[in-house]
């Protein structure tokens, strides 16, 4: 049925479709919407057989999931940002202890300097907890992946992160194409799970591993990643059997096999790069975008496979590692430098829209006329202020003396602070 | 309340010297639930506790009352801590009832997990204990405990009170003693010994929460922790017990005096023993023969230094707090 609604809605509605069972919650911006509708939803009975809570904080929130799905429940939460950080021990748990766990990510920034917007800071400071971790483009696919996140988590025990841009979809209101409930029982069967809480046979979940079989343990959980690469692209397909849309899969090719210049991108400025290589195209330009929407698992093989005719590749991601770079680049060099059939690729590494900073199609558009001059630098800041940072470095040298960067720069910048001196 | 196999016992039978309860001195009805030939066994023998663990003991008693008042249908969540570790060192287990282990500081939310799955899945039969050391419980997973009050989640909450973080080689917890000696509260200086701070006495504040069941107990009195299981457990909503568990680790005690000791702690009013529903005192057990505090410290490493001439000061702290313990529940 197509709706016109907010992604967080549609999200929340999609996943009452799933029949969770167990759904604890904690606000922060930009994912409380959902949680919200999903109570209405319990209150109202048009959820039923699901216990709703509202716990003490995010840690208690994923500890709750972790209690539940143990016992052998359906689980849902949603979070964002400090709240990820927050429960980050319960969300290595979670992995560690194999809970088929379905939350969503709305991407924020995390602080100092404290931000509610979006970019994918939160996402990446769990890349390494063992969670499978995929990424939507649109409100359509935002849905339509949480359908999916459930049969993949409960195909794998494994729990599954799906990331939605903050504001950029989460608060959107677009038309949506929302599925019955007979369409959703027919791809999703009951959770049935493997092992669980049961005093008819009972069992120890949680044991302490020493160095005998920790590596074993681990390499295990690696293994299973890598069977999720074919799941994913396996339940995409079913999927689209069921509901006559392509939506999930590991990546997703728009002319990326055979342009020249390629974009590598996460989630909604996906959108935002089709819009500006549908106009360049119609100029001319050989450019591409392949989308990734399966980060953990990090389908390697697939990436290569589409990058492999490219000759520039822009990998543009909104967070980077501090004092390395960009996080997505430096995992696509690994895989490119692994694969055969590339060879001298150029990948330069661009960092846009963080903390909220919008992502113009006209930057985009300059970095592509870089590209293709061949003086796109391997490292780019996309819209970096450079006067703003070549000052505060200026009073830095001259100061030396320490302080709160931000609260500088935010002075310089003529915003008004309560201490009332500027 | 007399009952079969979980007596408050209404005759006191105490062997001489060791003050130890006669099992085999009782009628067969009024026995520990252990003494029964067809008792459940909740924790197997086998594990890597101490020799007198008190929280084994403890944890035993608890676990094994609380399957045969529900039939076997317990769910145990454990916290981090010397029960998870001793009774689960991979790949075996000492544990004969389903049971969890995931975090330090999350063990109540763990266990309202599991009730919110109970309740969803409408299986009222199954109850859900959550249990932890006094750190876990005090201190790091404060918060997720205090949330279960709040919820008044339908969780039985066990906190095993050795007065320290003792898994990780004994440091202070807000549950230590003042006085007391930890490998981070040194006797050295001025002022030796884990601080007279007000410390977080759990009991008082799980009572501030007005949930439907709070008790102390005491490891050597098995007959009354039983039975205070048993009560627990016939209430639904939070309920907490703390039971003070003697580790001659921790607390440089004698492995043989750990049933001692626990008895000193109580009868010297250190160790208050009461229950409480819905925030209201209900009852406390009377000390039966009371005893100087020093005759406690006395049998313990972590104080030796406040026995000394030049500490007097650290002694008479806590003599008040004896003092106070026994007007503020009237243990006399
Ligand atoms: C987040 C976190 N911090 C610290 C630890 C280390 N740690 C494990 S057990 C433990 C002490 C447990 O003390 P307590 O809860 O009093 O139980 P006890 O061992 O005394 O029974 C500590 C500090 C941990 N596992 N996790
Ligand atoms: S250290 Fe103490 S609590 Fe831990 S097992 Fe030994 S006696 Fe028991």
Known sequence: ?422 | MTQKNTAEQTVKFYQTGTFTVGNRLLDEEFRTVQATEERSNSIDSGHRACQGCGQALGARYALDTAMRVTNNKIIAANATGCLEVFTTPYPETAWSIPWVHSLFGNVASVASGIAATLKAKGDSETRVIAQGGDGGTTDIGFACLSGLFDRNDDVLYICYDNGGYMNTGVQRSSATPGGARTATTMPVGEHPGSSFNTGKFLPAIAMAHEIPYVATASVHDLHDLERKVEKAMSFRGARYIQINVPCPLGWGSLPAHTIKLARMGVESGLVPLFEAEYGELTQSTKIRYQIPVEDYLKAQRRFAHVLKPANVAQLETIRALAEKNIKRYALL
């Open chain 1, 1 to 422: 049925m197509l709706q016109q609604i907010s992604g967080s809605i549609a999200v929340a509605n999609a996943v009452a479709l799933c029949r969770p069972e167990v759904i604890p919650c904690y606000p922060i911006t930009p994912q409380t919407h959902i949680v919200e509708h999903l109570s209405s939803l319990v209150k109202s009975g048009q959820l039923q057989d699901c216990t709703y809570e509202n716990v003490e904080s995010e840690f208690a929130s994923m500890s709750f999931c972790i209690g539940a799905s143990a016992a052998g429940a359906r689980t849902y939460t949603a979070t964002a940002s400090q709240g990820l950080l927050y429960m980050m021990e319960a969300v290595y748990n979670a992995s560690g202890l194999g809970l088929p766990i379905v939350m969503t990510l709305g991407n924020r920034a995390i602080g100092a300097p404290i931000n509610i917007w979006n970019d994918h800071s939160d996402a990446m400071s769990v890349r390494d907890a063992g969670w499978i971790q995929l990424f939507v483009e649109s409100n359509q696919q935002a849905l339509d992946v949480h359908i999916q996140a459930f049969k993949l988590a409960e195909a794998l025990s494994l729990p599954v992160m799906v990331n939605m841009d903050g504001f950029i979809l989460t608060h959107a209101i677009t038309r949506v194409d929302m599925p019955d409930q007979e369409q959703v029982d027919r791809f999703l069967p009951p959770f049935i799970p493997r092992q669980k809480l049961d005093t008819e046979s009972p069992l120890s979940i949680g044991a302490m591993v020493g160095p005998d079989a920790f590596t074993e343990v681990r390499y295990l959980a690696h293994h299973k990643q890598k069977e999720a690469l074919t799941i994913i692209e396996q339940q995409a397909e079913e999927f689209a059997n069921i509901f006559g849309r392509d939506s999930g899969g590991l990546v997703k090719s728009y002319f990326a096999q055979e342009s020249d210049i390629v974009f590598v991108a996460m989630g909604s400025v996906v959108g935002t790069m089709q819009d500006l290589i549908n106009d360049l195209r119609s100029e001319g330009y050989s450019v591409g975008i392949l989308s990734l929407r399966s980060f953990r698992p990090f389908p390697a093989n697939a990436i290569c496979n589409a990058l492999k005719n490219a000759q520039q590749v822009i990998v543009f991601e909104k967070s980077f590692a501090v004092g390395m770079g960009g996080i997505l680049a430096s995992e696509i060099h690994m895989a490119t430098q692994r694969y055969a059939d590339i060879q001298g690729v150029q990948i330069s590494s661009v960092i846009g829209g963080l903390g909220g900073r919008t992502i113009t199609k006209q930057s985009l558009r300059k970095l592509v006329d870089k590209a293709k001059q061949g003086d796109l630098d391997a490292e780019v800041f996309m819209d970096l202020e450079a006067n703003t940072v070549v000052r505060e470095l200026k009073r830095q040298q001259d100061e030396q003396s320490s302080g709160p960067v931000a609260e500088n720069i935010l002075r310089d910048m003529g915003v008004v602070s309560a201490s009332k001196t500027h």
